[in-house]
Nanobody
Framework: QVQLDESGGGSAQPGNSLRLSCAAS????????MGWFRQAPGKEREFVAV???????QYADSVKGRFTISRDNAKNTVYLQMNSLRPEDTAVYYC?????????????????WGQGTQVTVSS
C-alpha cells in the first residue's frame, strides 16, 4: 500500500510558476512509476506527466515545454514544476502511483492516488 500526500497548490497569475510536491509513504517508492493528473470542473481527469523509476518522463502535449516532473527517491517525493502557467491549467492536481515501474498515461492504470491539490491561474 502506498499513501500519497500532495502539497504546493495555490493561486498564481498567468505566466507565473508553482511547484507541486507529492510525498509517498507506506512501501517501496523507488520502483514505482509516478504520475500527475488534473481535473478541471466538469471535465474528466486527464494525464499531465509521468516519471519512471529510472527517470524517464512523458508529458501531455498541453504542458510539454512548460511543466517538468522529477523525483527524489531518497526523499520518496515526486515534484511537478509548472512554469508559464495559463488559465486553462486551473484544476485539481492529483499525484498517482503505479505498482510497477512502467510508464503509463491512463487514469485506470494507476493504483494509488493522493487527495488532490487545487491550482488556480487567473489575473
Amino acid at each position: 500500500q502506498v499513501q500519497l500526500d500532495e502539497s504546493g497548490g495555490g493561486s498564481a497569475q498567468p505566466g507565473n510558476s508553482l511547484r507541486l510536491s507529492c510525498a509517498a509513504s507506506g512501501r517501496t517508492f523507488g520502483t514505482n512509476a509516478m504520475g500527475w493528473f488534473r481535473q478541471a470542473p466538469g471535465k474528466e481527469r486527464e494525464f499531465v506527466a509521468v516519471i519512471a523509476w529510472s527517470g524517464g518522463t512523458q508529458y501531455a502535449d498541453s504542458v510539454k515545454g512548460r511543466f517538468t516532473i522529477s523525483r527524489d527517491n531518497a526523499k520518496n517525493t515526486v515534484y511537478l514544476q509548472m512554469n508559464s502557467l495559463r488559465p486553462e491549467d486551473t484544476a485539481v492536481y492529483y499525484c498517482a502511483a503505479r505498482k510497477t515501474s512502467w510508464v503509463r498515461t491512463s487514469v485506470s492504470e494507476y493504483d494509488y492516488w493522493g487527495q488532490g491539490t487545487q491550482v488556480t491561474v487567473s489575473s
